[in-house]
């Protein structure tokens, strides 16, 4: 049995609820095979800011300098510098929708056909909105002057092709990452490298400095704002875990009648080397290894996954628009825990 025009739209959002709470998603869309951003970042690295437009964050950038020697009845010697730097990070928007007409033969049926008409619809919408963010979360905006794009791995963590804390302002951002300018506060750097071949004298070896010289820990023990409990994440592209997987074959003799035993199996210093499809299309091949303390996904209150009610669109009376909209942006505390190694 049809449905009135007045029983589609709630018909349609109870739908869409159900189809929330079961997780029902059916990924024949894209070429992606993976959404590594998506599932490592947005689904498990939310942090919730309170207050305004900008989120904001402190670092002590320096000690005070104070520390010296002295004879007897010396004189002292006093004097004060600020060694705290204020980082910000502006919210950035995501909308994602999808519309119907309420003269869609699904709603003229009624039963399965509405579910499948909603299913395909709300499904579509959040593929693209899925594929859009895992785009965001591991590029950067092309400058300063873009003020929609939300921040992205590439813009914490900068290449460069010297060995050590280079990692400086990201290209277009001449204020700095989070509007602190590495030129002036240089421990505002990640660390950085370059290979050239994925073996253990070249590639491994620069990964295993890389993990000593970015494990700072402080001889004073005093609060942490880590922004999760997570430990440390290494990604990487189909280029690099091709040949790490082979190197982790040749080391182990007992493989058995497995040709491909160590595929997804890769680990370094116990943290999984995870493929990442979204980085085959960067030809430097990068190995980015994070802290994920000091990094997540700010969302605003409330504004995760805002999901509306079916609403009018202007000058079609029967088409009715749904939107999702997500308040948003990747967040960084501390971008020296955290490095790139690349061609």
Known sequence: MGLQYNEIDDAVLLTQNLLI????????????????????????RQRQFEGGLAWEFEAQVDHNHSARAVTLYEKDSSSFGDTMIMGEVDVRHVNAHYIYDQRDKAFQRGGTAIVNLVQTRYVAMMISFYELLEDYLWGKPEDSSDKKSPYGIAYWVVKNHQEGFHGGNPVGFVD????????????????TAKYADISKEDLIRKMRRAQRRTNFRSPVSHAVPNLSNMGNGIYTNDNVIGLMEELLEAQNMNLGNDLASKDGRTLFKGTPVVYAPKLDLDTTDPVYMLDWKRMAIGVMPGWENNLSKPEPVPNMHLVRRVDLDCSLNMVCTDRRRNAVISK
């Not at 079961?22 to 498990?44: C, H, I, P, S, Y």
């Not at 700095?176 to 660390?191: F, T």
Request: hydrophobic fraction near 40%.
């Open 21 to 44: 709470q079961r997780g029902a998603f059916v990924d024949m869309q894209t070429d992606l095979t993976d959404f590594v951003a998506v599932r490592e970042m947005w689904r498990r």
């Open 176 to 191: 700095g990452a989070a509007k602190i300018d590495s030129v002036a506060y240089p421990r505002w750097r990640n660390y």
